[in-house]
């Protein structure tokens, strides 16, 4: 149990929880267990591949908006540049984010990347090269997620921050223009 949780919080969105953990699992799942019943490596790489790709986008489009408030995308601009977008929810729908969810949002992506390393290793260990393939993709999308939410994690800090200032600026401002004008 984390300490840092208030006594009986639930997760606010069951649902979009098991949806962000369920394709993770099954990835992982599937890569690990596949070798138990499948002979063919297509097979492997094609659905475990798939199940990454389905998690990829379950991340991206669905649980971390509705678990963290978080949404990222990267487009290429008219000189042929690479330029990340990301959005968040105001200050005051960021305070309401439900701490469980954050948690295991944050949690889940980065111990599947630390997963996926792991499996690395091991294919390296064995000489499997073709299951390394698999692994390289489903360790880049996953590891994509992770510098996306985490990018864009940083801007909504530097948003909140520059909303801050101007409210406190502007305050100060308009505390100092009705004391002048009373004199």
């Not at 678990?67 to 005051?92: A, M």
């Not at 590891?143 to 530097?158: L, Q, S």
């Amino acid at each position: 149990m984390d300490l840092n949780q208030p006594a009986g919080e639930n997760y606010a969105n069951p649902k979009t929880c098991f949806f962000h953990v369920l394709f993770k699992a099954a990835a992982l799942a599937f890569y690990i267990l596949s070798a138990l019943f499948f002979d063919g490596f297509v097979i492997i790489f094609v659905v475990t591949v798939l199940l990454a790709a389905l998690d990829f986008w379950v991340v991206k489009n669905v649980s971390g908006r509705i678990l963290v408030g978080l949404r990222w995308w990267n487009e290429i601009n008219d000189l042929g540049e690479s330029v990340w977008k990301f959005e968040c929810l105001d200050q005051e729908s960021l305070s309401r984010m439900n701490k469980k969810d954050s948690w295991l949002f944050w949690w889940t992506l980065y111990l599947s990347a630390v997963a996926w390393i792991f499996l690395g290793i091991f294919s390296l260990i064995r000489f499997q090269a073709d299951y390394l393939l698999v692994v390289g993709v489903c360790l880049s999308l996953n590891i994509a997620n992770i510098i996306g939410f985490t990018k864009c994690r940083k801007d909504a800090k530097k948003q909140i921050q520059a909303f801050a200032s101007q409210t406190i600026a502007s305050h100060v401002s308009s505390t100092l223009q009705s004391a002048f004008s009373v004199v």
